[in-house]
């Protein structure tokens, strides 16, 4: 029929998508109708138009085959059309930040990649506190580190912001990164949740940063994520330099080792405990007074009596009373230290007392130990420098059941806490050399006549993670030796603690970190030979001078 011959040449397609509809009317086919919304059936099947009644146009039946191909190929055409309006998302625009601020290219591919929950999440959140709003609440969102720098684009301009919850939305550490660049200048913020997600090491270091830098933020939520033993360190430290009270930090159910579980459900206390053993020391005179008496009444044998054998002999005696340590038991008005001291216990007491001596005044050759020398009596700028040694300013008495009951067995009657505990105090003496280096102080590494120091795991451990801090290390020999090649192959593996489960534990944290044990004898070897060539020099210009 014309009808259909004249409806078969026009375009394909519906609506606005292809010109098939006549201005003013719809095609009509038989009992089905196009329009813009699709094939539509008409009220009576097989009715013929008022045009084509009028031109005499007989009515095209459905048995027709080239009105049921016309009416076919329509179908489809409308099915793929519809199928496409549907399921295509909207395409992002500068209008959906409008007219809080154009939205930067790179958050277009962040919004497509963000579910619908989190889409709504993230604009509710930014209605509110467009709005004046002081709170975020989008726990549960499936955000993911797109949302998260979506939400991070929105604090950038909300000043009011006091409190944020985001738990649970599988943020990681790209996420965790970009919110607290964005939360730097939200000043006034208070709490700050991201419990349940997939942050680790990085993103607890950019927290960390907004720990110690935010006056007002009180409580930082971080269990149940990945952050491990550098994270906690990190966020640690930050603490013990916040000096804020009423500050907390949540850590628990994290792959943190060093810690305890109950030490990790809040770190307060632990960088308590920290900022108050970093005030601790013990003055040069002290240490002349009592290598002095010690000799004088014959507890200290010169060139035999060793330092562990002092604490047991004198110190751990006298401050038994007080249960404190030595030097807060019988010297607590002692100045803050400036340098904290790694040593052995097993080496010479009397190279521990004249390397502090050394370091004191500068000098290479100290002879005499004596306080009422002149040498001392009248340089009391050097007598009063304050050192942090663990065996004077750590309190023993909590430590003891830690370490085996040998020949350095460090005993007492009431033992308290264990390593990782929330007051242990001799597994954070690297946290204490971060608070006496912000104090403008030092490092300094006694190396005995017998290099004794690199043979304790406990110094090794605390020497390389100064290292690898970069903090600032004096070394002083009581004699220039070369490692034996047998010792340097095994540096840490052949190295000694009081109890071996010490020793595993130390040596689990040391395999864990950055280039396992290899990267680790290897960074002290470095160290320890650089200093040797230096003093080896230093001696051979010595001896030139006098023959000269």
């Not at 919850?165 to 919110?179: E, F, P, S, T, Y």
């Not at 050394?358 to 020398?373: I, Q, S, W, Y």
């Not at 795991?457 to 020999?477: K, M, N, S, T, W």
């Amino acid at each position: 029929p014309a009808a259909v011959a004249e409806s078969a040449a026009m375009p394909q397609g519906i609506g606005g998508r292809g010109a098939m509809a006549r201005p003013g009317s719809a095609p009509r086919v038989g009992a089905l109708t196009l329009t813009g919304k699709g094939l539509v059936k008409s009220s009576s099947a097989g009715a013929l138009s008022s045009s084509q009644q009028q031109q005499g146009l007989p009515s095209p039946s459905l048995s027709n085959s080239s009105s049921k191909a016309f009416i076919k190929q329509t179908w489809r055409t409308s099915k793929a059309s519809m199928s496409q309006t549907w399921h295509t998302p909207a395409e992002p625009s500068a209008e959906w930040w409008t007219p809080w601020r154009p939205a930067p290219a790179h958050l277009v591919n962040e919004w497509r990649a963000m579910s619908g929950t989190g889409k709504s999440a993230v604009m509710q959140a930014r209605d509110t506190l467009e709005n004046g709003g002081m709170q975020a609440y989008l726990s549960n969102c499936c955000l993911g580190d797109p949302g998260a720098a979506l939400v991070s684009e929105v604090l950038r301009s909300c000043v009011n912001l006091r409190s944020i919850n985001l738990k649970h939305n599988q943020i990681g550490d790209i996420g965790a990164v970009k919110l607290c660049d964005s939360m730097d200048g939200v000043s006034g913020l208070q709490s700050l949740c991201l419990s349940g997600n997939w942050i680790g090491d990085q993103g607890a270091g950019c927290v960390a940063r907004l720990v110690e830098q935010h006056q007002d933020l009180r409580l930082t939520s971080l269990d149940h994520n990945r952050i491990g033993d550098l994270g906690a360190r990190k966020l640690l430290a930050a603490l013990v330099k916040n000096k804020r009270p009423g500050v907390e930090v949540v850590l628990a159910n994290n792959p943190v080792k060093r810690l305890r579980p109950r030490a990790l459900e809040s770190l307060a206390p632990v960088a308590h405990a920290v900022e108050r053993l970093s005030k601790v020391g013990v003055t040069l005179l002290t240490l002349l007074q009592i290598y002095t008496d010690g000799v004088a009444d014959g507890t200290i044998k010169p060139r035999q009596t060793t330092t562990g054998e002092v604490v047991q002999t004198l110190l751990l005696p006298a401050s038994r009373p007080a249960l404190k340590s030595y030097s807060e038991a019988l010297t607590p008005n002692n100045p803050k230290p400036m340098t904290q001291v790694i040593h052995a216990w097993d080496a010479l007491f009397e190279d521990l007392v004249r390397a502090v001596a050394r370091h004191a005044c500068g000098k290479r050759n100290v002879e005499v130990l004596d306080p009422n020398h002149y040498t001392w009596e009248l340089s009391p700028e050097w007598t009063s420098k304050s050192y942090f040694l663990d065996a004077f300013c750590v309190n023993q008495h909590w430590h003891v059941d830690v370490r085996a009951h040998g020949e350095l067995s460090r005993f007492a009657d009431h033992p308290r806490v264990e390593l990782g505990d929330a007051l242990c105090q001799i597994d954070r003496l690297d946290l204490v050399a971060h608070r006496i280096i912000d104090r403008g102080g030092r490092l300094l590494l006694v190396m005995d006549t017998e290099n004794l120091s690199l043979t304790r795991i406990h110094c090794l451990h605390e020497l390389h993670q100064a290292l690898c801090d970069g903090l600032p290390i004096d070394v002083i020999f009581g004699s220039v030796r070369v490692l034996p090649g047998d010792q340097r192959s095994e540096l840490v593996q052949g190295s000694k603690a009081s109890i071996n489960e010490t020793r595993e534990r130390i040596l689990e944290w040391i395999g864990d970190g950055p280039g396992g044990v290899e990267a680790f004898n290897q960074k002290i070897l470095q160290f320890v030979d650089d200093h040797v060539d230096r003093e080896f020099n230093a001696v051979l210009d010595q001896f030139e001078s006098k023959v000269y």
